[in-house]
């Protein structure tokens, strides 16, 4: 925590005496209100420093309780914390509604006001005075504090290191910045390209229901995740690794991976396998053949409530056991044993030219095996060995199969873009010894590189995508159910990481690493790629944005996929963390781009050009069928309420009737066919509900 003491500079601000009438007719439904009638909201704790404060019925605010505010020491400090950070971008102020008790209506600044991020740093302060026995309105602009970019803590705290006679705070308001009139434009003749069919994909590791994905349009489904890493195709076992302690396991009766494949290729989806390159595959499907054994290496902080021989690799005292037997559970092998897998599957399928296995994963997450896999693999990768598996397994794979495309290098998350595994291990985030070895290039540019460089060497191509993995990182949002509104809220506004430049990430990305909080993914891996090794695709196998049963679940999906179109994704595969069912809202999601109607109609296939004057409220993205030359617009409204927006068309002409498809809280079972228009000119005036989806389809050309 940073204090505010007597040693900032005081820099005093007129304050905005406005009366209680004057604030709530300011205020809009997007406001914030931290205190209201006597209590802290709802997601806010009280995190104050020599501080009581109680509610108070005697002094009112508008008829309704208030919190009085007692100091017991010089420089003591009320204070709120939010564990999930307020994004700024829509909010334009704070205003405090204040009575000061006798004693309290000098010239003198006696209270400073500042914000602090997730990270703890402090905003520039704000000083003022409550006027004694009156209630007044001090509007404090946020760039008045320094324009924070996300409030994570609230702080008025004492500035005369004296004991001050009590206060009342009757309303604390974030303000929302006003909103300029909402409009959308589509243009059908600029920045168009094609859509990637692969980026509506899925992870489903027991895939078996084929209908569930051809309903959905599930295009390709990634066999992936740790326990693939140890996978043993010839005896159809595995290890949990630390998803649960470290145990052998058996994936079925009959080759696992064989129903996988053909479960996809009667979905009409493609297979993305991943071939284990850790070094190790399990040895039997026993789940009491496990890494950690209790007796072998003495008690562990953690053990299997159903085999407590089975321990999670960590002593008593936290410390991680070291030293024991990676062929407690597992098999030493090489690319042999996944060449004759290769040719094994090759022969059960055809090539990936002929309707066998079209992709394959480098393995998955090599960056943090040292965490997941510790048992086999306890010391985090350098950039020469993460390099020399890559090579060395996706060479074995295009000997078996020169047109199946390779992805790589499958890392965990945004921390392994930039840096080695063997520098994270050991903590030297500053220091960074492997990276600076390596020219100090982050990992992701260097790897590009080295593919480069191996391509020109021998003349084949060993890395087709690019591929990273990557998870919303503030609390609540993936992985998670919907959570409460700010949380809902945080979740539709963080899919702008995936491309807005003037986005920062609520979460400790914002204050680790490069870029200040801007994460820009798509646009960030285009560019690498571009500079380093052009011509590679650019692939993101597991991603989740949460709230898989909630309406806020499916309009962040819905956003992501038209952000991964629009972007020029060449490949996508969503992890849904369990099953995903065919009523969830998120499986709607995937419905309104590959089956909207029930009966295979589709969104476009070449995005054009789309635009909304707000994204954060109101998204939309636009694409032309290249079937019909019908123009199918989806827009996606993020807000709590109604919006109404003008949707003008530029370069395209209507011939025929405006079909119009909805999916909102007032169906969750169905996305609806709102009666068809007449188009007439090339402007639409529509409303769209609050927390909807409403897909446009619009027969004509493009001129």
Same mark, same amino acid.
């Given at each position: 925590?940073?204090?505010i003491?007597?040693?900032v500079k005081?820099?005093?601000?007129?304050?905005? @005496?406005?009366?209680? %009438? $004057?604030?709530?007719?300011?205020?809009?439904?997007?406001?914030?209100?931290?205190?209201?009638?006597?209590?802290?909201a709802?997601?806010w704790?009280?995190?104050?420093w020599?501080?009581?404060?109680?509610?108070?019925?005697?002094?009112?605010?508008?008829?309704n309780?208030?919190l009085?505010?007692?100091y017991?020491?010089?420089w003591?400090?009320?204070?709120l914390?939010?564990?999930?950070?307020v994004?700024?971008?829509?909010?334009? !102020?704070?205003q405090?509604?204040?009575?000061?008790? *006798?004693?309290?209506g000098?010239n003198?600044?006696?209270?400073?006001l500042?914000?602090?991020?997730?990270a703890?740093?402090?905003?520039t302060?704000?000083?003022f *005075?409550?006027?004694?026995?009156?209630w007044?309105?001090?509007?404090?602009?946020?760039?008045? /504090?320094?324009?924070?970019?996300?409030?994570?803590?609230?702080?008025?705290?004492? #500035?005369?290191?004296?004991?001050?006679?009590?206060?009342?705070i009757?309303?604390?308001t974030?303000?929302?910045a006003?909103?300029?009139k909402?409009s959308?434009?589509?243009?059908?003749?600029a920045a168009?390209?094609?859509?990637?069919?692969?980026i509506?994909?899925?992870?489903?590791?027991?895939a *078996?229901?084929a209908s569930l994905?051809?309903? @959905?349009?599930i295009? &390709?489904?990634r066999?992936?995740?740790?326990e693939?890493? +140890?996978?043993?195709w010839?005896l159809d076992?595995y290890?949990?690794?630390?998803?649960?302690?470290f145990?052998?396991?058996r994936?079925?009766? !009959?080759?696992?991976?064989?129903?996988?494949?053909t479960?996809?290729k009667?979905?009409?989806?493609?297979?993305?396998?991943?071939v284990?390159?850790?070094?190790y595959?399990?040895?039997?499907?026993n789940l009491?053949t496990c890494?950690?054994s209790?007796?072998?290496?003495?008690?562990?902080?953690s053990?299997?409530?159903?085999?407590?021989?089975?321990?999670?690799?960590?002593?008593t005292?936290?410390?991680l056991?070291t030293g024991?037997?990676p062929?407690?559970?597992?098999l030493?092998?090489n690319?042999?044993?996944?060449t004759?897998w290769?040719?094994?599957l090759?022969?059960?399928y055809g090539?990936a030219?002929?309707?066998?296995?079209?992709f394959?994963?480098?393995?998955?997450e090599?960056?943090?095996?040292?965490?997941?896999?510790?048992?086999?693999?306890?010391?985090?990768l350098?950039?020469?060995?993460?390099?020399?598996?890559s090579? +060395?397994?996706?060479?074995?794979?295009?000997?078996?199969?020169?047109?199946?495309?390779?992805?790589g290098?499958?890392?965990?998350?945004?921390?392994?873009?930039?840096?080695?595994?063997?520098d994270g291990?050991?903590?030297?985030?500053?220091? *960074?010894?492997?990276?600076?070895?390596h020219?100090?290039?982050?990992?992701?540019?260097?790897y590009?590189?080295?593919?480069?460089?191996?391509?020109?060497?021998?003349g084949? +191509?060993l890395?087709d995508?690019?591929?990273?993995?990557?998870?919303?990182?503030?609390?609540?949002?993936?992985?998670?159910?919907?959570?409460n509104?700010a949380?809902?809220?945080?979740r539709?506004?963080?899919?702008?990481?995936l491309?807005?430049p003037?986005?920062?990430d609520?979460?400790?990305?914002?204050?680790?690493?490069?870029?200040n909080?801007?994460?820009? /993914?798509?646009?960030?891996l285009?560019n690498?790629?571009?500079? #380093?090794?052009?011509?590679?695709?650019l692939?993101?196998?597991?991603?989740?944005w949460?709230?898989?049963?909630?309406? #806020?679940?499916?309009? %962040?999906?819905?956003?992501v996929?038209?952000?991964?179109?629009?972007?020029g994704?060449?490949?996508?595969?969503l992890?849904?963390?369990?099953? @995903?069912?065919?009523?969830?809202?998120l499986a709607?999601?995937?419905?309104?781009? +590959?089956n909207?109607?029930?009966?295979g109609?589709?969104?476009?296939d070449t995005?054009?050009?789309?635009a909304?004057?707000?994204?954060?409220n109101?998204?939309?993205?636009?694409?032309?069928?290249?079937?019909n030359g $019908?123009l199918?617009?989806?827009?996606i409204?993020?807000?709590?309420?109604?919006?109404?927006?003008?949707?003008s068309?530029?370069h395209?002409?209507?011939s025929?009737?405006?079909?119009?498809?909805?999916?909102?809280?007032?169906n969750?079972?169905?996305?609806?066919?709102?009666?068809?228009?007449?188009?007439?000119?090339t402007?639409?005036?529509?409303?769209?509900?609050?927390?909807?989806?409403?897909?446009? &389809?619009?027969?004509?050309?493009?001129?």
């Amino acid at each position: 925590m940073k204090y505010i003491t007597n040693k900032v500079k005081k820099t005093c601000l007129l304050v905005s @005496l406005l009366f209680f %009438a $004057a604030l709530y007719t300011s205020l809009s439904v997007a406001d914030t209100v931290i205190i209201s009638k006597g209590a802290i909201a709802a997601g806010w704790a009280n995190w104050s420093w020599n501080t009581s404060y109680q509610t108070s019925a005697t002094t009112q605010y508008n008829g309704n309780p208030t919190l009085s505010i007692s100091y017991n020491a010089g420089w003591a400090g009320f204070s709120l914390d939010n564990s999930t950070p307020v994004n700024t971008a829509t909010y334009q !102020s704070l205003q405090i509604a204040v009575y000061g008790s *006798t004693g309290l209506g000098s010239n003198k600044t006696v209270l400073a006001l500042t914000t602090q991020d997730n990270a703890g740093n402090a905003s520039t302060a704000y000083y003022f *005075t409550p006027m004694a026995n009156t209630w007044s309105v001090i509007s404090v602009p946020l760039t008045a /504090l320094g324009s924070p970019a996300q409030i994570a803590r609230i702080n008025i705290q004492d #500035n005369t290191g004296a004991t001050l006679p009590p206060y009342y705070i009757g309303a604390l308001t974030l303000v929302a910045a006003p909103v300029a009139k909402l409009s959308l434009t589509v243009d059908a003749t600029a920045a168009r390209h094609a859509i990637s069919p692969l980026i509506y994909g899925i992870n489903d590791i027991n895939a *078996t229901d084929a209908s569930l994905w051809q309903t @959905l349009g599930i295009t &390709v489904n990634r066999w992936g995740g740790n326990e693939t890493s +140890r996978y043993n195709w010839q005896l159809d076992t595995y290890n949990h690794a630390n998803d649960w302690f470290f145990e052998n396991d058996r994936m079925g009766s !009959s080759s696992t991976v064989n129903a996988f494949i053909t479960a996809n290729k009667k979905a009409g989806a493609k297979s993305l396998v991943t071939v284990p390159m850790i070094g190790y595959v399990a040895k039997d499907g026993n789940l009491s053949t496990c890494g950690f054994s209790v007796a072998k290496y003495g008690p562990q902080k953690s053990t299997d409530p159903y085999r407590p021989d089975c321990g999670n690799g960590a002593k008593t005292n936290g410390s991680l056991v070291t030293g024991n037997n990676p062929t407690d559970t597992s098999l030493a092998v090489n690319t042999p044993f996944i060449t004759s897998w290769l040719n094994y599957l090759v022969q059960q399928y055809g090539n990936a030219n002929n309707g066998g296995v079209a992709f394959y994963n480098l393995d998955n997450e090599p960056d943090i095996w040292f965490s997941t896999h510790q048992d086999v693999a306890p010391v985090g990768l350098t950039y020469d060995q993460l390099m020399s598996l890559s090579t +060395r397994y996706a060479a074995a794979i295009k000997a078996v199969d020169p047109g199946a495309k390779i992805l790589g290098p499958v890392v965990d998350g945004w921390t392994y873009y930039w840096n080695s595994p063997r520098d994270g291990q050991q903590g030297l985030w500053s220091t *960074t010894p492997d990276r600076n070895a390596h020219g100090g290039i982050p990992l992701i540019p260097w790897y590009l590189q080295q593919m480069q460089a191996y391509e020109k060497k021998t003349g084949v +191509r060993l890395l087709d995508y690019l591929d990273v993995h990557y998870y919303p990182a503030s609390a609540g949002v993936a992985l998670s159910p919907a959570g409460n509104a700010a949380t809902q809220a945080l979740r539709l506004q963080s899919t702008r990481s995936l491309w807005d430049p003037s986005y920062v990430d609520q979460s400790w990305i914002s204050s680790a690493g490069p870029n200040n909080g801007i994460i820009q /993914l798509i646009p960030l891996l285009r560019n690498w790629v571009s500079a #380093n090794y052009p011509g590679t695709q650019l692939a993101i196998s597991e991603y989740n944005w949460g709230a898989p049963e909630s309406i #806020n679940g499916a309009l %962040a999906q819905a956003d992501v996929l038209g952000i991964f179109g629009r972007e020029g994704l060449g490949l996508a595969t969503l992890w849904p963390d369990g099953t @995903l069912s065919a009523n969830q809202p998120l499986a709607y999601a995937f419905r309104l781009y +590959r089956n909207y109607d029930g009966l295979g109609s589709t969104f476009g296939d070449t995005s054009v050009s789309a635009a909304s004057n707000y994204p954060a409220n109101l998204a939309i993205y636009a694409a032309e069928n290249s079937s019909n030359g $019908a123009l199918t617009l989806m827009v996606i409204n993020k807000t709590t309420g109604g919006l109404t927006a003008p949707l003008s068309l530029s370069h395209f002409t209507p011939s025929g009737v405006l079909q119009t498809w909805r999916y909102s809280p007032a169906n969750l079972n169905q996305i609806v066919h709102l009666a068809d228009q007449t188009i007439k000119g090339t402007v639409i005036n529509s409303t769209f509900p609050a927390n909807s989806v409403t897909l446009y &389809v619009i027969a004509g050309n493009h001129t």
